[in-house]
């Protein structure tokens, strides 16, 4: 007796299983649309955690240039100071005005980091709800 050939894909063999199983057909085209909204999704999702993170390096360059240039204005000063007593008052005004500094930027870091992200997980957010209303109205429908 001769054997037949095994040359049943895994596709075919799940499509003939559904079949016996008297399961609906898949809609590919739905479900292709489906995948394009999520990739879409996470295109702009991505794509906004880029421009936040622009944001970020550039704000970043700025804080930089000007502590630069506050270090600068400081050793001018202290070089023209001969009094030790003044230049400790002006290392310890110097010193006062960086950690606020440190601080405000260090805050503001942050609240560009939270929004940053904020942005990009709201892309995603809206797209797993709007699958989600998807899947649901699809249900209701059959």
């Given at each position: 007796?001769?054997?037949?050939?095994?040359?049943?894909?895994?596709?075919?063999?799940?499509?003939?299983?559904?079949?016996?199983?008297?399961?609906?057909?898949?809609?590919?085209?739905?479900?292709?649309?489906?995948?394009?909204?999520?990739?879409?999704?996470?295109?702009?999702?991505?794509?906004?955690?880029?421009?936040?993170?622009?944001?970020?390096?550039?704000?970043?360059?700025?804080?930089?240039?000007?502590?630069?240039?506050?270090?600068?204005?400081?050793?001018?000063?202290?070089?023209?100071?001969?009094?030790?007593?003044?230049?400790m008052?002006k290392?310890?005004?110097?010193?006062?005005?960086?950690?606020?500094?440190?601080?405000?930027?260090?805050?503001?870091?942050?609240?560009?980091?939270?929004?940053?992200?904020?942005?990009?997980?709201?892309?995603?957010?809206?797209?797993?709800?709007?699958?989600?209303?998807?899947?649901?109205?699809?249900?209701?429908r059959?």
């Open positions: 007796m001769a054997r037949k050939p095994q040359s049943d894909s895994i596709i075919d063999m799940f499509a003939k299983f559904g079949e016996q199983m008297k399961m609906p057909a898949p809609d590919v085209e739905r479900v292709i649309e489906t995948h394009r909204k999520n990739l879409e999704a996470f295109q702009q999702s991505a794509q906004a955690a880029g421009e936040g993170t622009s944001k970020i390096m550039a704000r970043q360059r700025e804080m930089l240039g000007e502590t630069l240039e506050e270090f600068g204005a400081m050793a001018r000063d202290l070089q023209a100071s001969a009094d030790p007593q003044e230049a008052r290392q310890a005004e110097f010193t006062r005005k960086a950690f606020e500094a440190a601080v405000r930027n260090t805050g503001e870091m942050a609240s560009l980091v939270r929004k940053s992200n904020e942005e990009s997980i709201e892309i995603l957010r809206r797209r797993i709800q709007e699958s989600m209303e998807e899947m649901r109205s699809g249900l209701e059959k």
